[in-house]
Structures are given as structure tokens and as C-alpha cells.
């Protein structure tokens, strides 16, 4: 098995028959901080009317309130979609939370009717430090949160 399955199955496992969302994005967001190497960051933001709200997170303090559109977070939640940044700081509108940061991919949290509800966030020091492999396993922990959670 993968690096990249392990994770995966890992997250399976804790999910179990928990449905409490706030648990599960603690656990998720504890996974991919302590397993995925060279991660600074790792964590969730969830729609609160017009912003996205910090949820449960690995790393260090971050921006709290992050408006509809603004910076990665904001964007990917704007439109939907998986967004990799290998470099932030070439990334116009970037919120630079950590300095330490330098790549980021953001994927959000779309649920069955194509409702946003939040994204997952991951950070990383190093410079185009995610693969087309770490996309696809965010991506697939991200469905197995939402498919896990209520929401």
C-alpha cells in the first residue's frame, strides 16, 4: 500500500460511524498534518453566510474570517474547484497567515446537491510541494469527510 493509501485508510478507519463534523475535521486535520511530509499547515474553513470561518486545524494561528473570493481559500470556495499554488507569493490576493508558508492547495468541501460548505487547506514551506498525488488524495479525503460528516 501507498503512502497516499495509508492516509487514506487511516481516515476511513477514525470516521467509523462518526457523523459529528467538528470531530471528524479534528481528526482529518490531525491526519494529513502528521502524515503528509513537509506540511506546515493543515485545515478547515467552513461557509458561514457571505465567508468562510476557521474550523479545526494543525499548525500554527490562523486568519480567522475569510471573504467570499479572497485569497486561495476564498477562491477555490468561489469556484468550486481544487485549487495547487506552488508558489504564494506569486499568487495575486494571497493572505499570507504563516510566513513560512510557500505552497498551498486548497479543495473544497462540496456536498451531493453541490453546495460548498468549507474547504480543506494545506500548507507547506517548500515550494511547489504538491503533487498531482497529494491532489488526488485531498480531493479523496475531502469527499470521505463530507460522505462521513453532517453538514
Not at 15 to 32: H, K, P, S, T, Y
Request: with cysteine.
Amino acid at each position: 500500500m501507498s503512502g497516499h493509501e495509508i492516509i487514506y485508510e487511516r481516515a476511513r478507519s477514525l470516521f467509523g460511524a462518526e457523523r459529528d463534523a467538528v470531530a471528524n475535521a479534528a481528526n482529518l486535520a490531525a491526519i494529513v498534518y502528521g502524515e503528509l511530509p513537509d506540511v506546515n499547515w493543515a485545515g478547515f474553513y467552513f461557509t458561514r453566510g457571505n465567508e468562510l470561518v476557521l474550523g479545526p486545524f494543525q499548525g500554527k494561528p490562523a486568519c480567522v474570517r475569510i471573504a467570499f473570493g479572497r485569497g486561495v481559500c476564498g477562491t477555490a470556495w468561489a469556484e468550486a474547484r481544487t485549487i495547487v499554488v506552488p508558489d504564494v507569493h506569486a499568487f495575486a490576493g494571497h493572505i499570507a497567515c504563516d510566513t513560512a508558508s510557500n505552497s498551498e492547495i486548497v479543495v473544497p468541501l462540496e456536498r451531493s446537491d453541490g453546495v460548498v460548505v468549507g474547504v480543506l487547506d494545506v500548507d507547506s514551506p517548500l515550494r511547489d510541494r504538491f503533487s498531482e498525488g497529494d491532489r488526488s488524495l485531498l480531493e479523496a479525503l475531502a469527499q470521505l469527510y463530507v460522505g462521513h460528516s453532517d453538514l
